[in-house]
């Protein structure tokens, strides 16, 4: 029976060398110096046997008072076993007179050993978990030494995430955060990659040497939390010492941040230095904002402060960049900040040249509404359009170039081609800075220079910036600002705030670019839409106290309508004190009515306010609502007003007033009439007449809404026959376009389709726009 047990332990044995001869096994006492079985070598509690029935070696962890021991390998080699009891009697030591160690515990450890030669016995305490063994001494002796990857304990505890390790080796065991591994990574490296900020922020809680460390890649730990997109790391390291100032192989982290659009990252920096704002990088000495890919990052930058046309040391622009890659609507938040279309790169190109050679159509379009110079040449002597017939391929060039035509393309020579060639070759006219003419040409030379000029501008929400393209035009073709080239200026909704901000001296190209921010801020959700980003709009850019009777020159009048009564009625905001016949209502009434405000006392934000309280889409202004219900042309109610104000006062006798002699109405574009279906409404007497009466109910209301606010059709035809029986010079401007834009547009790209068939209808009109502005100069007193 005995011989059939050793029998059955030697085939046991073999099993094992077979199977996995590195498993720890629970062994008896009585069986670790059995029959056959001689200790080689001992150190500490370890023991080497060999066993000489089966040929094996043995390694034995030894308890004194224990009835078990741990056997932890049994290899047939004896220099493999040798080699391994080595190994094992060194990184083994501080675990078993630290904890009492059973099978399931030893087996990571040793799995360790065997799987990390390089690794001491600190690191494979972090691996393993067992933090309890830190404290050892052998272990404090290794707290810092480096395998051969170069990672000391603390990379390795950073690497799993594990925070109380890190704790433990940053305030127990004093580990270092400025040792490098073989990329050049530090310890605080590794930690600003976790998804998770803790381990960041458990290091950098006091100064953190090793923080602004370059790796081999140039990145420090704050460009790698950039790049990821580690906001709390970002936070943690700044508090940590980082600095922002670091410059690695691409640039600084904020140029990082800027190319992976890591929106919280840029903030946390410029919160912490303002400075990195104009940061240039190594490579090409562009800003953050040179960097920035997206709409909202170029917007963040902006709103900081950046400089919009700061250039690199290659002379670009950030609006040169986006237009080489192509970001519209990042190129558009740059244009709408006051980026110059016409600076130019070290080549002598403009963004426009660039968009030219791209065919990118719409931002072409956008280029040039927004001021691009078409005529301008770079160091070849190259024109945008001249790039454009020479580029252009494929189906988009009869596209680009008949719209380039819509503007006053010309063809003519190139500048350094000799005259006589034959070239055929499109190059770019004057057509943008000049360009819109009236309904006549009319010769102003006879015309008595003491007549008053106004200026009427239609309601139409966001469709103001084509209001604002006429002015540009009519500004550009008459030398002077539109302040001073009228008399009056009457408005109605857009038209209102326009007319405001006109006679507070703001330039058109300023107001250009504020429509497209405003839109931003304040057509936000869903209809009707929150008064108070566009209250907070006003006041931002009329004051919030200014008074409308602190500017008196030129007169303005602002529609509204009185909602507080039935009938409503047209309520004239005014810079001036109105005359007496409208000091009293059309209607007689029983009811008693707030007095209302005078000039002296009536804020101009509050004017705009009500004048552009469109039901629907903003609630009202106490009791005021859109002057577009009663007067979304303003034309003929202006000319009343100026009527009875003259009267007033001859009748008062408060000087000699003069006559009425030319009158520009402005308005915010036609849309394309289109078919309707049905208007019917009926009692439905099944499902199928139900839908019919349905949608003639919505065509119905929607015809109201629009013959109610017609700003075109009957409302000009009445202005022109006014002005034609008080031998006025009339003058309607208001393109045609291709299809209808809604009062709360927010596209970039539709809002440029619209402001180009304005270019375009400015074209066309070009002659009688260059008359109206003489006219208007001749006039002025």
């Keep these: ?163 109380t390790c890190v704790k433990e080796l940053l305030e127990e065991s004093q580990a270092r955060t400025d040792i490098k591994d073989r990329k050049g990574e530090t310890a605080v490296h590794v930690a600003a990659k976790l998804d998770s900020p803790v381990i960041t922020q458990a290091m950098c809680t006091r100064f953190c040497s090793g923080v602004n460390e370059l790796n081999d890649a140039g990145e420090a730990p704050l460009h790698i939390a ?35 659009s890591e929106k919280s990252c840029v903030e946390e920096i410029l919160r912490a230095d303002r400075g990195q704002l104009h940061a240039e990088d190594s490579v090409y000495g562009g800003t953050p904002l040179h960097w920035a890919k997206t709409a909202e990052m170029c917007r963040v930058l902006l709103e900081h402060g950046c400089t919009v046309n700061y250039l690199s040391r290659t002379g670009e622009s950030p609006l040169h960049i986006m237009t080489k890659k192509g970001r519209f609507e990042a190129a558009m938040v740059l244009l709408t900040h006051g980026a110059n279309a016409n600076l130019k790169d070290q080549g002598g190109n403009t963004a426009l040249h660039l968009a030219m050679k791209m065919d990118h159509i719409q931002l072409i379009k956008a280029l040039i509404v927004f001021g691009a110079d078409v005529e301008i040449h770079n160091d070849l002597g190259e024109t945008p359009g001249l790039i454009a017939a020479r580029s252009s ?115 058109m190209e300023y107001l250009r670019c504020l429509y497209f921010r405003m839109k931003e801020q304040v057509f936000k959700g869903s209809r009707p839409y929150e008064s108070a980003p566009l ?140 078919a309707v279906s049905s208007v019917d409404v009926f009692r439905p007497s099944n499902p199928l007449e139900l839908a019919k009466s349905f949608v003639g109910a919505k065509e119905l209301g929607k015809m109201l809404v629009d013959c109610c606010t017609d700003s075109d059709g009957c409302a000009v035809a009445r202005a022109q026959a006014w002005c034609e029986m008080a031998d006025a010079m009339y003058y309607r401007l208001s393109p045609q376009l291709s299809q209808e834009v809604l009062l709360d547009e927010v596209s970039d790209a539709v809002l440029v389709d619209m402001m180009w068939e304005t270019q375009m209808y400015l074209y066309e009109k070009r002659e009688c726009l260059q008359n109206l502005a003489q006219l208007l100069l001749n006039s002025k007193e």
Aim: positive net charge.
């Design 1 to 163: 029976m005995q011989f059939l047990g050793r029998l059955l332990d030697t085939v046991s044995s073999v099993s094992t060398l077979f199977t996995n001869p590195y498993r720890v096994r629970d062994v008896p006492l009585s069986d670790v110096a059995g029959a056959g079985k001689v200790k080689v070598r001992e150190e500490g509690r370890i023991a080497l046997y060999k066993n000489g029935q089966s040929q094996s070696w043995d390694c034995m962890l030894l308890y004194a008072e224990a009835a078990v021991a741990l056997r932890l390998f049994q290899v047939a080699s004896e220099a493999e076993a040798l080699s391994c009891f080595s190994e094992y009697a060194l990184k083994l030591r501080p675990f078993y007179e630290t904890l009492p160690l059973k099978a399931e515990t030893t087996q990571p450890i040793v799995d360790c050993i065997r799987n990390h030669p390089d690794w001491n016995s600190a690191h494979i305490a972090i691996e393993t978990g067992l933090r309890e063994c830190l404290k050892h001494n052998y272990i404090q002796s290794q707290i810092n030494a480096q395998d051969l990857s170069g990672q000391t304990p603390l990379h390795l505890a950073c690497e799993r995430g594990d925070l």
């Design 226 to 260: 950039c790049r990821l997109g580690r906001m709390e790391s970002v936070k943690a390291l700044l508090g940590g010492g980082a600095r922002c100032d670091v410059i690695g192989n691409a640039g600084y982290p904020i140029h990082c941040a800027m190319k992976y």
């Design 393 to 507: 391929k494929g189906p988009n060039r009869k596209i680009l170039l008949d719209m380039l035509c819509n503007v006053g393309v010309r063809r003519c020579l190139p500048p350094s081609q000799q005259p006589g060639r034959d070239v055929d070759i499109m190059h770019m006219g004057a057509a943008v800075g000049a360009t819109n003419r009236g309904r006549a040409e009319v010769d102003g030379s006879n015309m008595d220079n003491k007549v008053d000029r106004l200026l009427c501008l239609d309601g139409g929400g966001i469709k103001g910036l084509v209001l604002i393209q006429m002015l540009i035009a009519l500004e550009r073709e008459a030398g002077r600002p539109t302040r001073e080239l009228f008399d009056w200026v009457a408005g109605t909704s857009t038209g209102g705030i326009l007319a405001l901000a006109i006679i507070h001296g703001k330039s």
């Design 535 to 674: 209250e907070d709009f006003l006041k931002k850019e009329f004051g919030e106290n200014t008074k409308m009777a602190e500017i008196q020159h030129p007169r303005v009048m602002v529609t509204s309508v009185l909602a507080d009564r039935h009938p409503g009625e047209l309520h004239i905001f005014r810079n001036y004190d109105p005359p007496s016949p409208h000091s009293q209502s059309p209607y007689a009434t029983t009811a008693t009515f707030k007095p209302l405000t005078t000039p002296q006392e009536q804020h101009v934000w509050r004017a705009a306010r009500s004048s552009g309280a469109a039901p629907s889409y903003f609630r009202p202004m106490g009791r005021f609502l859109d002057g577009g219900l009663l007067a979304n042309n303003p034309t003929l109610d202006a000319m009343a007003e100026i009527h009875q104000y003259n009267k007033a006062m001859k009748a008062e006798g408060r000087g000699k007033s003069k006559k009425l002699g030319i009158v520009v109405s402005l308005g915010t574009g036609k849309p394309p009439q289109v």
